[in-house]
């Protein structure tokens, strides 16, 4: 059991822990636009970028476990800073890697740094939640988020504006370290016994919400990966402003989960639950069934539902007693994770077989899962 020392809840490991949040968001999304420099000076196909890219996964996945279970031993503040910094050191050396070998050496590292940032920020952010007595999980969310999109926008203006990639990425390594250094101070110091084990096979609740994380990242990274797809291919749209339904569905999800926390104290988590997987639902079906243009609020509905139900998760995945939190955050990590790496190809292999609007249909369908199993997946255990 992890002792917090002293009080969890204060403005400053509230500030800790947004800062942990938008590490991981921007320290991810800084990589994106390296990809195409990466594959041009190594001179792969598509094929072999694939395989060089599932490294990535590989190392955040095969982290997690780990990740959770030294959040417990340790506490989480080790694992976000040691997380951090490896994202600060690898991400410069992703632009600058000379062979394949060497590439998917660093990727890993990357994406094992990814994987403790995740964790480990998502066991801190439990901690000072507990430690407030009010939901907070949605608002902390919500600075992945904004990393995202400045990490995003940073490096594609930096690249656009004719600076090397060696130059764009160590100037975002810059900025990494900076988040570092005032995170730092302001993470809660933790006593852990040293008795959490290693691996705890998920089970009951903990297997539960996984499942349903799994559900919502395959969803999230559906729209990412055929969003503009879709409206090209179903809805006529011309590809120059295909992107327009990703961007709606981004901002929305942003909007809501800065505003999720104070709603779900209104409304109380089991109901935000349902409520924000009822929303999804109707977003997705709006996609499918609306004519163009009016199919883009549906790309709204999607993103104001989805914006909540993950930081809800994880917050269950926090109270459960069934098996120590910090295992059972890098659990459902896991299955999200694996949700967004199968969700792109479950939806291409149904979309090519039945058609993409089946497959948007399948997404809906998994969605009221969700809805369904809201009750039992907010009781406590």
Not at 243 to 256: C, D
Not at 300 to 324: D, E, W
């Amino acid at each position: 059991m992890t002792i917090s020392i002293p009080s969890g809840d204060t403005p400053g490991t509230r500030l800790a822990t947004r800062l942990a949040f938008f590490i991981a968001g921007f320290g991810t999304a800084c990589w994106a636009p390296l990809v195409p420099y990466v594959k041009t000076r190594l001179g792969v196909d598509e094929a072999g970028l694939g395989l060089l890219l599932l490294c990535l996964g590989v190392g955040s996945v095969l982290t997690m476990p780990a990740a959770g279970a030294l959040s417990g031993r340790i506490g989480a503040r080790a694992v976000v800073l040691a997380g951090s910094l490896g994202l600060a050191v690898t991400l410069p050396l992703l632009a600058v890697a000379p062979t394949s070998t060497a590439i998917a050496i660093v990727l890993f590292a990357f994406g094992a740094s990814i994987g403790a940032v995740d964790v480990g920020a998502n066991v801190h952010a439990v901690e000072v939640q507990e430690a407030a007595g009010i939901p907070l999980m949605s608002n902390f969310h919500g600075l992945y988020s904004v990393g995202g999109l400045i990490g995003a926008a940073g490096m594609t203006g930096a690249l656009s504006a004719g600076l090397a990639p060696s130059v764009a990425s160590l100037a975002a390594a810059v900025i990494l370290a900076l988040a570092i250094v005032v995170a730092s101070p302001r993470l809660l110091r933790t006593r852990a016994e040293d008795h959490t084990p290693l691996f705890v096979r998920p089970r009951g609740i903990v297997l539960l919400i996984g499942l349903l994380a799994f559900v919502m990242f395959l969803t999230e990274g559906a729209m990412l990966d055929w969003g503009a797809v879709f409206l090209t291919e179903n809805k006529d749209f011309p590809a120059s402003q295909a992107g327009i339904g990703y961007a709606l569905f981004a901002g929305a999800m942003t909007i809501g989960r800065f505003t999720g926390d104070r709603f779900t104290r209104l409304v109380g988590a089991r109901n935000m639950l349902l409520i924000g997987a009822a929303l999804a639902t109707i977003g997705l079906l709006k996609i499918i069934l609306m004519p163009a243009p009016l199919s883009l609020i549906g790309f709204l509905f999607v993103g104001l539902g989805a914006a909540n139900i993950v930081p809800l998760l994880f917050t269950q995945a926090g109270r459960q007693k069934v098996m120590p939190a910090g295992l059972a955050i890098a659990a459902m990590s896991m299955f999200g994770y694996a949700g967004v790496l199968l969700g792109p190809a479950l939806v291409g292999f149904v979309g090519k077989a039945f058609g993409l609007s089946i497959a948007f249909g399948m997404l809906a369908a998994m969605v009221t899962v969700v809805a369904a199993c809201s009750r039992r997946a907010t009781q406590p255990d």
